[in-house]
């Protein structure tokens, strides 16, 4: 990571107004997406939208030639091209030989994308943006930090600020005044404009039709008051036939802004007459820029199923304190890191993706079903394959990791060493240049005897069911009481609970970082100790582990062409299960009986994001707490990540402190005495903060809770 990008980190964290505005937006916004997907089944709607788009992309080029014919039967000239270069020379040649000196625009993000605007305006043309999100960038000197609103950033006091330098009139922060004087000063502009420069939503290669979704009237000026329109559209927004609009239109609004339907739908087929009577000229430019080689990747054709909504970027925890300046290029977000690494190059993306925190809510929200998160670790695999591992990466990864015998050896010398700092199983500070990962929340101790060891101790009942216990490194080393809440659990309902001692590192944390090698490797190991005991249940009290296994073995064994261990994946995927899932079950079954009867404490409960978003569980361990009498009380942003992200709170100390202090004080609104949480990431994230601040709020993982009230 660049200086420069630290900076441009620390920057953004300490603008309050950046994180301000796009907090209180964040916040609205999913309340009013909710009110405005009620009735809808969403998941259907996004599968139709999926199936619509990734059709497209599997006939780029049919489509596109017959968007083309289509378009040009009807008195549109169309101009395709791969170059980005081509596009802006296209336009600019048009220009010149009809005349043009000055150009409005609505807003158009593949304009933004080839950095139009420079380019018309070093060869002399005058360019104005009329969308009122992009004028306000346009005056500030800056590009969009959000697809849909390019100026969410800023505050109505800066609009105000730049506003008052633009008309050489000192005024206030009124937002209806402010909105007056860019009509009254944008209106001049479409009047006596030669060329309107617009994108599109959709492009229909049935009819040739052009669709525009918007929220100001600019883009219907733009269009029509010119005598020539040109539109650049990116190939991804073909679709086959005119049916297909109706599946995107309702999900684009609802989507982007929480609205039904926006202010304008315009359509525009074929060449219209002008004003005066004459004939408009209609150019379309179909811009490929990479999209057709994006289209044949097995993994990244996905990503064209995009519809520009940016909803994952307003659901986004690092997004919503950084913004799109820092968290992107000329596109942001997760799928910006995506799009950044086709249409400018992989190396672009380096930076940025390593901010996704990997909490799947951009997956939860996505009206293409894209699934970013698992796209931006395929950037991170390719880039360590181009560009191989750091030497930090090598020594943990390759070094470590790889190395169960190693890596153990490691933990039980690190329960020795930590003996100097350690204080009521929490280490709070640390010498030297370890000092930054014990400074916004403590550390727990290593375990001086792992749960691997303590297992040989607990006396269970030989029983003709049994279950694998996969406990992961830290319930392992760091919380062995939380695996001896399972086993007591399980033992409960008739289980015997099987510890191999084989198990190592899930490998989640080397796939994360794109080094596959080491993950398939990590993979192989636990197929061998896992499956070498005939179980009924492999179970797991870490969602992160339990993903893993239960998905991630499986596609990374694929990706690095294991394919001999894939059969063995599949049996174990089968098997796996989580915690909450299998006591749930259990319960139901009536092998297990929790205590009722009693009204015990307040509780609240944190979903983890692997829990929730990969394997859709929140619900059983909400039941579960409630059936052995906790009070249980909702917080706030319940299945808000909490900053963990596995390594992330390492990489990222400065964006993880924030997003931990916003879910403690969540907690401690609930008025809640102890949290409960299905994963021991979460539980060291979240327990470190509260022993930092000095509260007595207890953390808990939900087995240790159920484990209390046993009958």
């Excluded at 739908?265 to 057709?292: A, F, Q, W, Y």
């Excluded at 307003?314 to 086709?342: D, E």
């Excluded at 991170?380 to 990466?393: A, D, H, N, Y």
């Amino acid at each position: 990571m660049t200086e420069q990008f630290k900076q441009s980190i620390e920057q953004a964290l300490h603008n309050p107004n950046l994180t301000g505005a796009l907090g209180r937006f964040s916040e609205a916004y999913v309340i009013s997406r909710a009110k405005a997907y009620e009735g809808i089944d969403f998941e259907a709607l996004r599968s139709r939208i999926a199936e619509i788009k990734g059709g497209a992309a599997e006939r780029l080029e049919e489509l596109a030639q017959q968007f083309q014919r289509e378009a040009e039967a009807r008195g549109a000239k169309v101009f395709r091209t791969s170059s980005p270069q081509a596009v802006k020379e296209y336009i600019l040649n048009l220009a010149r030989e009809k005349g043009v000196k000055l150009v409005v625009k609505s807003k158009s993000m593949a304009s933004e994308e080839i950095h139009l605007n420079p380019y018309l305006e070093q060869a002399g043309l005058t360019v104005k943006e009329t969308d009122l999100g992009e004028w306000i960038i346009q005056l500030a000197g800056q590009k969009p930090s959000h697809m849909v609103m390019p100026a969410i950033h800023m505050t109505k006091e800066e609009v105000a600020d730049l506003f008052s330098k633009e008309v050489q009139e000192r005024l206030t922060s009124d937002i209806p005044r402010l909105v007056k004087v860019a009509r009254q000063e944008l209106r001049q502009y479409f009047l006596a404009a030669d060329m309107g420069i617009s994108g599109a939503n959709i492009a229909v290669a049935e009819t040739g039709t052009l669709v525009l979704v918007t929220n100001e009237g600019n883009a219907r000026l733009v269009t029509t008051l010119p005598r020539i329109h040109v539109a650049i559209v990116g190939l991804e927004k073909l679709v086959p036939s005119f049916t297909d609009i109706a599946p995107i239109l309702q999900a684009l609004p609802r989507s982007a802004t929480g609205q039904l339907l926006t202010s304008y739908v315009s359509m525009i087929t074929g060449s219209t007459p002008n004003p005066d009577g004459s004939g408009k000229e209609l150019h379309i430019i179909l811009m490929d820029n990479r999209r057709s080689e994006m289209a044949r990747d097995p993994k990244f054709k996905e990503a064209l199923q995009c519809i520009r909504c940016a909803s994952c970027l307003n659901v986004c925890p690092v997004y919503r304190l950084v913004g799109g300046h820092v968290f992107g290029h000329v596109y942001a977000g997760g799928i910006g890191t995506i799009l950044t690494a086709w249409f400018d190059e992989l190396k672009k993306s380096e930076e940025i993706q390593g901010l996704c925190i990997m909490c799947g809510r951009c997956r939860e929200v996505c009206p293409g079903k894209i699934d970013i998160p698992e796209l931006i670790v395929e950037i991170r695999r390719r880039l360590v394959k181009e560009e191989g591992q750091s030497l930090t990466q090598k020594a943990i990864f390759s070094g470590v990791l790889s190395n169960r015998r190693l890596f153990h050896s490691l933990l039980r010398a690190a329960s020795l060493a930590q003996k100097p700092f350690a204080r009521g199983g929490f280490i709070r500070h640390l010498p030297l240049f370890f000092s930054g990962l014990a400074e916004f929340r403590s550390l727990p101790t290593i375990a001086e005897t792992p749960l691997r060891d303590r297992v040989k101790q607990i006396k269970q009942t030989p029983a003709r069911e049994k279950a694998v216990f996969y406990a992961g490194c830290l319930i392992d080393f760091a919380y062995p009481q939380m695996g001896e809440a399972v086993i007591k659990v399980l033992n409960k309902a008739g289980i015997e609970v099987v510890f191999p001692e084989g198990q190592t590192c899930c490998g989640a944390p080397a796939r994360y970082n794109g080094a596959f090698e080491v993950a398939a490797q990590n993979a192989v190991d636990n197929l061998k100790a896992l499956l070498s005991t005939e179980a009924s249940y492999v179970v797991s009290a870490c969602p992160t582990c339990t993903a893993a296994l239960k998905h991630e073995f499986i596609s990374t064994l694929e990706t690095q062409g294991r394919q001999e261990w894939l059969s063995r994946a599949r049996e174990l995927a089968a098997k796996t299960v989580d915690f909450s899932s299998l006591v749930k079950k259990l319960v139901d079954e009536g092998r297990l009986t929790l205590l009722e009867g009693e009204t015990l404490e307040k509780v609240t409960y944190h979903d983890s994001c692997h829990l929730k978003r990969t394997l859709k569980v929140w619900q059983q361990p909400r039941e579960l707490l409630q059936k052995a009498g906790y009070q249980l009380a909702e917080m706030f942003e319940a299945d808000m990540c909490c900053g963990m992200g596995g390594s992330y709170s390492l990489k990222f100390p400065e964006i993880s402190a924030p997003i931990l202090q916003r879910k403690l004080q969540n907690i401690k609104n609930t008025g809640a005495t102890t949290v409960a949480m299905d994963c021991p990431g979460c539980v060291m994230q979240i327990a470190g903060g509260f022993d930092k601040q000095g509260e007595g709020i207890r953390v808990k993982h939900t087995a240790e809770l159920l484990a209390e009230k046993l009958k």
